[in-house]
């Protein structure tokens, strides 16, 4: 684990750049984080943030298919939200552990 | 000095020719996993594989309960083949796997195709196969992005960094 400044304030991440503590989390590092990963946060972007985040409180595992399911967006477009690697990338902007499922 | 110089996978191609649950679930966790990591993805269904493409069959798959040295009972007892053998068994154990992979949030095939297919994967089906089990397209799931040649096939499996799976 080590710490990194985020729009200002020091967080601990992982190696990898995910945060370890959620409620260290803020909108003004999910807008950092997001712009290292090349995305520009829209509305949509953070109702799923806000989603995945009340997801993992409640420790559910968090998958595609939850977020196709949430009623924010389906599959393809939070595909197009986070072009890439969509639940990893939304993960790390949402200040929650990196994902740990295979569906 | 050894290099270590890492070159991630950008495109997987995986071949499934089996129709058993295992075989085509096993495909389908590969692919959507690979699309889920943003590596480009292509699946061609071939045999028996077909039919998890085919609208008649994809949603009722089997799993084989004769010959799996692995098939256990519930409580971690051996199966015994003759069991196997018995009408209505097949049905049962496949029924129960399927209720397992629920549990766990894993889609059933037609969903699953579509997840793959939302997240730009593509899947295609085996010309030869199809001819040979006498399929029209028109019998196949509508996502499929064609039906192929294998030499079509390993046209679309060029590149750096791609790699050819045969689950």
Not at chain 1, 26 to 43: F, S
Request: glycine content about 10%.
């Amino acid at each position: 684990m080590s710490q990194k400044a985020i729009a200002g304030v020091t967080v601990d991440v992982t190696e990898e750049g995910y945060l370890t503590d959620p409620s260290q989390w803020t909108k003004e590092i999910a807008v950092e984080i997001a712009k290292e990963e090349g995305l520009e946060l829209t509305e949509q972007h953070f109702a799923i943030l806000n989603y995945l985040r009340e997801k993992q409180k409640k420790s559910e595992t968090l998958t595609i298919r939850l977020v196709g399911h949430s009623g924010i967006v389906d599959i393809k477009g939070f595909y197009g939200l986070f072009p890439g690697a969509p639940m990893k990338k939304a993960a790390k902007v949402a200040g929650i552990p990196k994902p740990a499922s295979c569906v | 000095m050894t290099n270590k110089e890492e070159f991630p996978l950008k495109k997987v191609c995986i071949i499934c020719a089996k129709g058993t649950i295992e075989d085509v679930f096993a495909t389908l966790v590969m692919a959507n996993g690979a699309v889920m990591e943003g590596i480009e993805t292509r699946v061609f269904f071939t045999f028996f594989g077909l039919d998890a493409i085919t609208k008649k069959q994809m949603n009722r798959l089997h799993t084989g309960t004769i010959g799996n040295p692995a098939m256990r009972m519930p409580g971690g007892l051996p199966f015994p083949s003759i069991l196997g053998m018995l009408p209505g068994v097949e049905a049962g154990v496949s029924a129960m796997m399927k209720s397992q992979m629920e549990k766990l949030d894993i889609p059933g095939v037609k969903e699953f195709l579509e997840m793959i297919d939302a997240g730009g994967g593509e899947i295609y089906a085996c010309k030869l196969a199809m001819d040979m089990f006498k399929l029209k397209k028109e019998d196949l799931w509508e996502g499929i992005k064609g039906v192929l040649t294998v030499g079509d096939f390993y046209a679309l499996c060029g590149g750096l960094q791609t790699q050819i799976i045969f689950t």
